[in-house]
Structures are given as C-alpha cells and as structure tokens.
C-alpha cells in the first residue's frame, strides 16, 4: 500500500508540474497577444497601420485583416503635409547653424526622415493590397498552427516573444517620453506645430523597424510552435506505430500518423512561403531603417560628445536607438534559429512503415529545408546576425574616439595660440 500511495503521489506531482507549465504557458502567449494588439493599436492611430483587423463574424470568428480606404487616404494627405512643413521648419533651422559639421549632420537627419517617409507612402499606396495579404497569410498560419492537437492555448509565441515584446514596448514608450515634454518649452503655437510634426515624422520612421521586427518574430514565434510539436506531439506518435511483436500498424493509425505528418509538412511549407513574399517586400525598407539607425545613433552620438556627456536625456536616447537594432536582430536570429532546429529533429529516424511514399516525403522535405535555409540578407549586401551589432558597435567607437581626439586636439592649438599671443 505504501508503495502504491507513493506511485499516486508521484504521478499527482507530475500533473501539477505539468498543469503549472501550461498555466505559464498560456499567460506569457495570451500576455504576449494583448501586447501586439495594442501595439497595432498604437500604428494604426500614427497613421502606420491604415488596415483594420478585426474578426470574420461570417465564418469562424476568425482574425482578418481588412482595407479601410477612406482612412488609406487620410494618412497619405496628412502625412504629405506634415512632412513638407517639417522640410521647411528644418531647412529654416539649418541656416541659421554656422557649425558645418553640424549641417552636415542636419542635412543627413532630415534626408533621412523624408525618405522614410516616402517609403511609407510607397508602401500604402503602391503595396497596400498585398500587405493586407501577407498580413492575413500570417493569421491564417496562426490558426492554423493553433488547430493543431496541444497547441490550442498558443496566442503568439511563448516567454521569449513576450520579453523581446515588453522591451520593444519599453522604447515605445520612450519615443513618446523624450520628445514630448518639449511641448511645454514654449507657449508659442509655431513651436509646438514644429514639435508635433517633428514627433511625427521621428515615431513614423521608427515604425519601420518595428513592422520588421513583429515580422521577424511571427516568423519565429510560427516556426517555434510547429517544432515543439513535432518534437512532442508528431515524433511520440511516430514512434506509437511501433508494434512489439513486430506487427505492423493498423490502417486508421497509420492515416491519422499520415495525416499529421502531412500537415506539419504543409505548415512548414506555408511558412517559409509567406517568410520569402514578407523578406522580398520589406527588403528596401529594412535596409534603409538600418541606415536610419546607423546614422541616427552617430548623430546623437555626437550631441552627447559635445554636450560633454552632460545631458542624460539624450545618452538614453542613444541606449534606445541601441536597443532597437539588438531587438531587430535577435527577432531575426530568433527565427533564424527555429529553422535549423528542424533539421536536427530527426523524424527520418523514427519509424514510418516499410511505405516508400513516407520514406520519400521526408527526404524531399528535408532536402527542401537544406536548400530554403531562413536566411536575411537586405538587397545581397550582408546578413544580418548577432556579429552585426559587434561591427556597429567598432566604427561607432572608433568615430566618436576620433571626434575626442579631435575636439582635444582643437582647444590644445587654441591655448598654444593664446599663449603665443600673450
């Protein structure tokens, strides 16, 4: 009796365990999920998002993405008129500035921001439908995966999506914080047009490399659910077709087996098809947000170097800048990642029958992953990895190591001269 309440207990305990694991599973997707809603909230009141997303009561009440023309429209007209009074506001500054290094990097700032700018507009006026398109593939790959035994509770990713959504929250935020106190600087109503428009066009080009980054992460949050089911779910089933007396399995087992297994291939397949048409429409524009941030992060640089590191605001500006090019690459690492690992899954070795139909699908799917590796490289230039940051992170300290030396050198002449005079 002893031992048999011990097995009960034991087995109780690992329930719970279980029970206790899907419960934090569960909070960290649904908490993850209510945090990329009110993001896409947040877009769609920039003027970003100009598409609803709302459910299919015709259907299944499904999460579809739909055109809203009318405020289409709306934010092009509006965006086209605050970015040429910010032109003119920031032209108006530049030549007032006698400092040419200072132009020069003004001049910079501002091509940049109306670039961005017109790459939005390009983006909603020429490739509005097939947004909407690439954006409704996303969610009927996520209910798909959903449909999946054991991934019912699954909303978005797991806690991995849900830390690098509560980070990317966090610079959110920050956008809004460090630019709109200077609202109140002054009382005048030119000024405070100028500051809006400048938050504006500013939070609008940073929405680029946010729209990759929940790209980039969907892609991985997809290809994380479907691998643990696989590694779960797929292979424990797999290996149920075993008989111990060496029979084989019987018909219905063996076409639920087939079933599933032809499932994951095609969701292996749709993801990578809806992550090549993501890449291929987004490639301009995530080349260009990196450059954006490359550029914004040296001139604010250069601020905090001749402010004499004095002013906190804008070193943290200079962490925030940083923080958004590590979470767009470990979103990118990330999915990255959850492509290989279905190589090392190793269903070839699990036991599918003497069929050769079997044998020969997951040959061709294997062989297909090795050949459609998830890889991003902006326009063939380079591929964006974890190294990358470290490269950044070099030519950053070695500029701002020479304006040092430079700004040292520059007061020692003129002491000498002053010496000399006197």
Not at 48 to 71: E, M, P, T
Not at 160 to 178: N, P, Q, S, V
Not at 231 to 252: D, F, I, M, T, Y
Not at 384 to 389: G, K
Request: glycine share 6%.
């Amino acid at each position: 009796m002893g031992i048999q309440r011990l097995v009960m207990f034991g087995s109780q305990h690992h329930r719970n365990i279980i029970h206790l694991k899907l419960k934090h599973k569960m909070s960290a997707t649904a908490a993850a999920a209510w945090l990329l809603r009110h993001a896409c909230n947040y877009a769609t009141f920039l003027g970003f998002i100009w598409f609803g997303i709302k459910s299919n009561h015709n259907h299944d009440d499904s999460l579809v993405a739909q055109n809203r023309y009318c405020y289409k429209w709306f934010c092009l007209l509006s965006r086209l008129l605050i970015s040429g009074y910010f032109a003119y506001r920031s032209m108006a500054l530049i030549s007032v500035i006698s400092n040419p290094q200072m132009i020069v990097l003004l001049w910079i700032r501002l091509a940049g921001f109306l670039t961005c700018t017109g790459v939005i507009m390009l983006m909603q006026f020429w490739y509005g439908q097939r947004i909407v398109r690439i954006v409704n593939d996303f969610l009927r790959l996520f209910r798909r995966v959903r449909a999946l035994p054991g991934c019912q509770f699954m909303q978005f990713g797991g806690r991995r999506e849900l830390g690098l959504l509560i980070f990317k929250t966090m610079c959110l935020l920050y956008e809004l914080a460090c630019e709109f106190p200077m609202l109140f600087n002054k009382l005048d109503v030119s000024y405070i047009l100028t500051v809006l428009c400048d938050m504006y066009i500013t939070i609008n080009a940073m929405m680029i490399g946010h729209a990759c980054f929940v790209g980039f992460l969907s892609v991985g949050a997809l290809y994380a659910q479907v691998n643990r089911y696989v590694r779960h779910e797929l292979r424990r089933q797999l290996r149920g077709l075993e008989q111990p007396n060496g029979q084989c399995a019987s018909r219905r087992e063996l076409k639920a087996a087939g079933y599933r297994l032809d499932e994951c291939l095609a969701i292996y397949n749709e993801i990578q098809r809806v992550s090549s048409s993501f890449q291929e429409l987004i490639e301009l524009p995530l080349s260009l947000i990196l450059l954006f941030l490359f550029l914004s992060m040296t001139l604010v640089s250069y601020f905090v170097m001749l402010n004499r590191f004095r002013d906190y605001s804008i070193m943290m500006l200079v962490v925030k800048l940083f923080m958004d090019l590590v979470l767009l690459t470990l979103a990118i690492h990330g999915a990255s990642s959850s492509s290989r690992v279905i190589k090392r899954l190793s269903l070839e070795n699990c036991y599918v029958t003497e069929r050769k139909d079997w044998h020969v699908r997951l040959e061709i799917f294997l062989n297909r992953l090795n050949f459609f590796e998830f890889r991003v490289n902006p326009l063939g230039l380079f591929e964006i990895s974890n190294e990358l940051i470290l490269v950044f992170l070099s030519g950053l300290v070695t500029y701002l190591t020479y304006i040092l030396q430079y700004g040292i050198q520059s007061n020692q002449i003129a002491l000498n001269m002053n010496s000399n005079h006197i």
